[in-house]
């Protein structure tokens, strides 16, 4: 085994700019093409796991341009009811962030069909978490493990508000119930046992959802949303991925003499944990 050898290059100046928030591609992904209108997205972040949730929307009938690094992506919605049943089976590639999320999309595709696969990674992580309390909404979703694994199989129903404790805190938990809300009859409320990240319900409410947040309720953190709003083509700007940054964070902090602005990071609360413990350790 080799040595490598590292010395010191001086101290960091400038300013840098770090790639977009995979979980808000995502989610701009996802909400632009149940909206009605056109959903443009600068900064989204053109990785494999991204570009598998926009194969899957395509599939289904959304109009998705081309993702790369050079450009603003188009989203032509087809509003909240709009998917279609894909002729084939929806590869979600090796991102569970696609496929929780698309369990919540299609769950309440009435009359519809569809199968999510993805890499052999993909097929041996739980997808229980979110195709169980689904199931409480009136759910169909079938697969290995009882539903557990990939392939899963979704028949869709028309589903049912109600109040859900999730057994996780789990942004992705969350967020598939929530996408599942907004089709369902009555207001769907979503109670978790600790808080998950937000940019679900802060993004939905920006397209038009009618959604309300309480994350100091007595029960748990909870958000409500109600169905029957249309969702509307929104603009988008994809803020850097802190976990990204954190690198750099780390860097200006221990290089002596350092100078370096981060450009355009996303600093949602729910997110700075890192912020804060380098706070504690009196940066």
Known sequence: MGSVCLSGG??????????????????????????????????????????????????MGVTVSAIDS???????????????????????????TTMRLMLGLLAGRHGRHFVLDGDGSLRRRPMARVAQPLAQMGAEIGGREGGNKAPLAIAGQTLSGGTIRTP??????????????????????VIEPALSRDH??????????????????????TAIVRPGAELHGQHVVVPGDISSAAFWLI???????????IENVGINPTRTGILDVLEQMGA
């Not at 993004?203 to 953190?221: Q, V």
């Open 10 to 59: 001086g101290s960091l100046h400038g300013s840098v700019r770090v790639p977009g928030d995979k979980s808000i591609s995502h989610r701009a992904l996802l909400f632009g093409a149940i909206a009605t209108g056109t959903t443009t997205i600068e900064g989204l972040l053109p990785a494999e796991d991204p570009l598998s949730t926009a194969a899957c929307l395509r599939a």
């Open 70 to 96: 050079s450009g603003v992506v188009r989203v032509e919605g087809v509003g909240l009811d709009g998917l279609q049943e894909p002729a084939q089976v929806l590869d979600c590639g090796n991102s569970g």
């Open 168 to 189: 996780v805190a789990s942004a992705q938990v969350k967020s598939a119930l929530l996408l599942a809300g907004l089709t369902a009859k009555g207001s769907t409320t």
């Open 200 to 221: 679900s319900e802060r993004m939905l409410r920006a397209f038009g959802a009618e959604l309300i947040s309480e994350p100091h309720a007595a029960e748990g953190p």
């Open 251 to 261: 860097a200006a902090l221990v290089v002596p003499g350092t100078e370096l602005t």
